[in-house]
């Protein structure tokens, strides 16, 4: 095997991530077709019971036949809060399209009307049974003058989302699989092209500088070492980076630094981090508990081999001296 080939594989993404890409995008598909399918059957309505507002537990696919409908009692992002009145004479609490609202304006005027005036033909609603929340009773039951007890009397502990169905919930499922593996897809194919991208750059740098025989020497020499292959290789010249791409040149590293970060003050990641002569930063290496042992300081020993003026640290005077730096190779003062 000769020594472009054998970086190549070390720092090109390995076949598995292909797969892996092509799996994700197959699930997507399946998930989309899936939830599409469910959602244009709609629901079997011979399956819905009747409401019951004092079911042990939400889910149930129920009907309710109105022939009452109160006015619009709580709003709530974008669900509307009724109460409803069956032919059997059961107070209910619904959520409400818009479009149902419409379709019930008999039920509305006899809602208004006396108690001797004739009831219309009942209106049939489905949707699922939810438990109502602590809020929603409270606003409700401000609406109704009653306390919250007389609230769970009148209306017990569920009421009636008609927005909900159960080809509703089933598709949503398979939607959100597939939106999972769309976004899983898009990572892992972006990883893929990004890094074979970066791969093949500085592949075709080592052979249009000559440099291949060298650095795949190097590179021999430093895998040799190593019963398994490392996440790293640091040789004399250069860091390779398995899987994803990378190969630093550690001539062009001219400021070397750690970097901690943070997040709502505490540490979760801690890196080390090259700025090059043209103003670029490198993730020269990940500092974790995994880490090889003095891997850090040999990165550090080789830069400064390569670099007797590197700056090192993070600080004001160090930002400033490769800013000088930064404007000296601008005004072609140093190479």
Same mark, same amino acid.
């Given at each position: 095997m000769d020594y472009s080939t054998a970086i190549s594989n070390y720092i090109k993404p390995p076949k598995a991530v292909r *797969?892996?890409?092509?799996?994700?995008?197959?699930?997507? *598909?399946v998930g989309l077709v899936l939830g599409a399918t469910i959602s244009g059957n709609g629901d079997d309505r011979s399956s819905a019971v009747k409401f019951n507002n004092s079911a042990a537990s939400g889910g149930d696919y129920c009907y309710i036949d109105v022939v009452g409908l109160? =006015? &619009?009692? %709580?709003?709530?992002? $974008?669900?509307? %809060? %009724?109460?409803?009145? =069956?032919?059997?004479?059961?107070?209910? *609490?619904?959520?409400?399209?818009?479009?149902?609202?419409?379709?019930?304006?008999?039920?509305?005027?006899? &809602? =208004? $009307?006396?108690? =001797?005036?004739?009831? @219309?033909? @009942?209106?049939? *609603?489905?949707?699922?049974?939810?438990k109502i929340s602590d809020s929603a009773k409270k606003a409700i039951a401000e609406v109704w003058g009653m306390s919250q007890v007389e609230y769970s009397t009148y209306f017990g502990k569920m009421f009636l989302n008609t927005s909900g169905s159960p080809s509703g919930t089933k598709s949503s499922v398979f939607f959100i699989i597939a939106f999972i593996s769309l976004m899983g897809w898009i990572g892992t194919g972006l990883f893929s092209v990004i890094s074979r991208s970066k791969a093949k750059k500085a592949l075709s740098r080592l052979e249009t500088e000559g440099r291949m025989e060298a650095a795949g020497s190097q590179f021999a020499t430093a895998i040799a070492n190593y019963p398994t292959e490392p996440a790293v290789l640091v040789t004399p010249d250069y860091i390779f980076t398995k899987s994803n791409g990378t190969i630093i040149d550690l001539a062009d590293i001219k400021w070397v630094f750690r970097r901690i970060q943070r997040y709502n003050f505490v540490k979760v990641g801690e890196y080390l981090v090259g700025k090059t002569s043209d103003g670029k930063e490198k993730m020269l290496l990940t500092i974790n508990k995994g880490t090889e042992p003095g891997l850090e300081e040999r990165i550090v020993d080789n830069i400064r081999a390569k670099n007797p003026g590197l700056i090192e640290g993070y600080s004001k005077e160090a930002q400033a001296a490769y800013n000088e730096y930064r404007k000296a190779v601008k005004n072609g003062m140093v190479q």
């Open positions: *797969i892996v890409a092509w799996a994700l995008l197959a699930l997507f *598909i109160s =006015d &619009w009692l %709580y709003k709530y992002d $974008s669900s509307t %809060y %009724y109460t409803v009145l =069956d032919k059997d004479g059961n107070y209910a *609490i619904v959520i409400l399209k818009s479009s149902e609202v419409y379709a019930m304006s008999a039920q509305r005027t006899y &809602w =208004d $009307s006396d108690d =001797d005036a004739v009831a @219309p033909e @009942p209106y049939r *609603i489905y949707g699922l049974s939810v």
